[in-house]
């Protein structure tokens, strides 16, 4: 039977996924307009967008609406 390699984090998701989106920016910078720089901007976007909600599903708080009694 196969073992899962387990890798311990050092840092949080929404830090790892920040430095993923600058990373592909800075990549991006260097990149003549086209469409596999368009590419890397979205993916950016798309790693900054999951650190902003991966933030807010960790943050303190009412997690639904049901639970904060609005309906």
């Not at 039977?1 to 311990?8: H, I, S, V």
Request: hydrophobic fraction near 40%; proline fraction near 4%; charged fraction near 30%.
């Amino acid at each position: 039977m196969l073992k899962r390699r387990n890798f311990k984090q050092f840092e949080q998701l929404e830090q790892r996924l920040t430095d993923e989106a600058n990373r592909l920016r800075e990549q991006a910078k260097g990149m003549s307009p086209g469409l596999a720089r368009d590419q890397l901007l979205h993916k950016a976007q798309e790693a900054a967008i999951a650190a902003a909600v991966s933030e807010w599903l960790r943050s303190p708080g009412p997690k639904n609406r049901l639970a904060a009694g609005l309906r």
